[in-house]
Nanobody, 126 residues
Framework: VQLQASGGGLVQAGGSLRLSCAASGSTFSTYIMGWFRQAPGKEREFVATVSRSGSNTYYTDSVKGRFTISRDNGKSTVYLQMNSLKPEDTAVYYC????????????????????WGQGTLVTVSS
């Protein structure tokens, strides 16, 4: 599966952005989807994940209540709605796909993900 992330940009603290990740080349609904981010000088970290069916989600603590992950299997797209952005959210954001036989499973382990998008830069100014 090929993944194309978009929607990044420059936003002031407290603002919002919605990232999109369009998939092609395979059956989107067979993949757990995740968002990860890598800030300058830091390792890539988990942000959010959504199950194949969209019924289950999981977030890292620092974004709970501010970010929402969702998916539209009909459009083969996963979204990350980011509200109340903070300067520490500045990073390159990557979407990733993990093939799964289970409809409700989620995973935060980036080693489980098989396919990665190219990343989109989010910059939050203070």
């Amino acid at each position: 599966v090929q993944l194309q992330a978009s929607g990044g940009g420059l936003v002031q603290a407290g603002g919002s952005l919605r990232l999109s990740c369009a998939a092609s080349g395979s059956t989107f609904s067979t993949y757990i989807m995740g968002w990860f981010r890598q800030a300058p000088g830091k390792e890539r970290e988990f942000v959010a994940t959504v199950s194949r069916s969209g019924s289950n989600t999981y977030y890292t603590d620092s974004v709970k209540g501010r970010f929402t992950i969702s998916r539209d299997n009909g459009k083969s797209t996963v979204y990350l709605q980011m509200n109340s952005l903070k300067p520490e959210d500045t990073a390159v954001y990557y979407c990733a796909a993990d093939f799964s036989w289970m409809a409700t499973t989620v995973t935060r382990d980036q080693n489980e993900y098989d396919y990665w998008g190219q990343g989109t830069l989010v910059t939050v100014s203070s």
